[in-house]
Each structure stands twice: as structure tokens, then as C-alpha cells.
T-cell receptor
Framework: EADIYQTPRYLVIGTGKKITLECSQTMGHDKMYWYQQDPGMELHLIHYSYGVNSTEKGDLSSESTVSRIRTEHFPLTLESARPSHTSQYLC?????????????FGPGTRLTVL | QKEVEQDPGPLSVPEGAIVSLNCTYSNSAFQYFMWYRQYSRKGPELLMYTYSSGNKEDGRFTAQVDKSSKYISLFIRDSQPSDSATYLCAPSGAGSYQLTFGKGTKLSVIP
């Protein structure tokens, strides 16, 4: 079944740790996205990729980095986690042929940095 | 002014009520107007979308766009407890691969 997966679903970690949030999709989509969502706030785009070896920063400045070595995989890394990074991180993907850019979302990773 | 404004609610209605959810936007370049539904602790899922102005109906849901007033609406008829979720409007420009999300309106349908 075609889907988009995120691991871990929940992560509680101490300040200064390096973390990687995983995102994989089995739909063969070219475009992938990372959003940050705080309670009661908009989804903010922090990174996107239009294909392998293509990554761009989104509208919201983020200290995280991403890579796109394989079409299906789009991990997000924080080199040194801080309490200000506490948030929900959502990964999404879409097809380059979709006119209206329907984005399919994963279940999210809820990150808490102590 | 934010590109997309949406009242976050919360909105609480009795089962069977007609629900009206709304957004306003400022970017005239928006051509596609999407509504996403997000259940608690889940990722958003596309509910429906419309292109340009007009109405689109899908079962109990109707999406309406008025580009002249930059106003987007989602109507839910015969609301059910399973409709309890946060509804996010997300317009997009033609040829753009990016969506601009509203804050979302949290809806609770009480049995």
C-alpha cells in the first residue's frame, strides 16, 4: 500500500543531542516537504525538495538540515537540539504531475527537547 | 497581514447541525483552494479542493470560493461526531508546488 511514514512518532531528548527524524514514502513522489506545527498555529514550511539532490529552505527559518539522496527518503537532522525545537514535525510528499499540488502527509513526529 | 486568515475556534456544534468554516486570503494569485482535515495526533489529509471561484460538493461537504472577496468556505451538512477534527484551508497558486496553510479551525460535534 502506497503511504508516507515517519519515525519516531514521539521523541523526548535532552538539550545538545543530535537527532534525525526519518521520513519515507512509497508513492514515487518527486516532491517532499517538512513542516513545523505548533498547537493552534499554522503549518510552516521549513524544507522542501523537488527531487534527488535538490533541497531548499522554506519560509520559516530552521536550524535543521535535510538531505535527499533517494527519491523515497527525506530525513531531517538537528545537530544540537534545544528546547526551542520542541514542536510537531510533519513530512509530506506530492507528485510533480499533480495540478493542484495535493500533498500527502505522514503522521508526524512530536519532538520534546528538555 | 497574513496571507491566509482562519478563525481557530474552537467551534462546538450538536450532531446533525450545519457547520460553516471560513478563511480569507490576500494573495490574488491563488487559484487552487484546498481543505485539509486533521484528526488529533495525525497528519492532515486532503478533504477536497476547488479550482478558481465556484462550488464543489462531495457528499455532506461543500467547498465554496469567492475570488472577488477572497473568501473560502467549507460547509458540512448533517455533522457527525466523526467530523470532530481541525480543518485547515490551504490555497495555492497555479504552477506552485507550495501550500499556504491557515491556522485551522478546531471543530467538535457533540452527540
Amino acid at each position: 500500500e502506497a503511504d508516507i511514514y515517519q519515525t519516531p512518532r514521539y521523541l523526548v531528548i535532552g538539550t545538545g543531542k543530535k537527532i534525525t527524524l526519518e521520513c519515507s514514502q512509497t508513492m514515487g513522489h518527486d516532491k517532499m516537504y517538512w513542516y513545523q506545527q505548533d498547537p493552534g498555529m499554522e503549518l510552516h514550511l521549513i524544507h522542501y525538495s523537488y527531487g534527488v539532490n535538490s533541497t531548499e529552505k522554506g519560509d520559516l527559518s530552521s536550524e535543521s538540515t535535510v538531505s535527499r539522496i533517494r527519491t523515497e527518503h527525506f530525513p531531517l537532522t538537528l545537530e544540537s537540539a534545544r528546547p526551542s525545537h520542541t514542536s510537531q514535525y510533519l513530512c509530506a510528499s506530492s507528485s510533480i504531475s499533480g495540478r493542484h499540488n495535493e500533498q500527502f502527509f505522514g503522521p508526524g513526529t512530536r519532538l520534546t527537547v528538555l | 497581514q497574513k496571507e491566509v486568515e482562519q478563525d481557530p475556534g474552537p467551534l462546538s456544534v450538536p450532531e446533525g447541525a450545519i457547520v460553516s468554516l471560513n478563511c480569507t486570503y490576500s494573495n490574488s494569485a491563488f487559484q487552487y483552494f484546498m481543505w485539509y482535515r486533521q484528526y488529533s495526533r495525525k497528519g492532515p489529509e486532503l478533504l477536497m479542493y476547488t479550482y478558481s471561484s465556484g462550488n464543489k460538493e462531495d457528499g455532506r461537504f461543500t467547498a465554496q470560493v469567492d475570488k472577488s472577496s477572497k473568501y473560502i468556505s467549507l460547509f458540512i451538512r448533517d455533522s457527525q461526531p466523526s467530523d470532530s477534527a481541525t480543518y485547515l484551508c490551504a490555497p495555492s497558486g497555479a504552477g506552485s508546488y507550495q501550500l499556504t496553510f491557515g491556522k485551522g479551525t478546531k471543530l467538535s460535534v457533540i452527540p
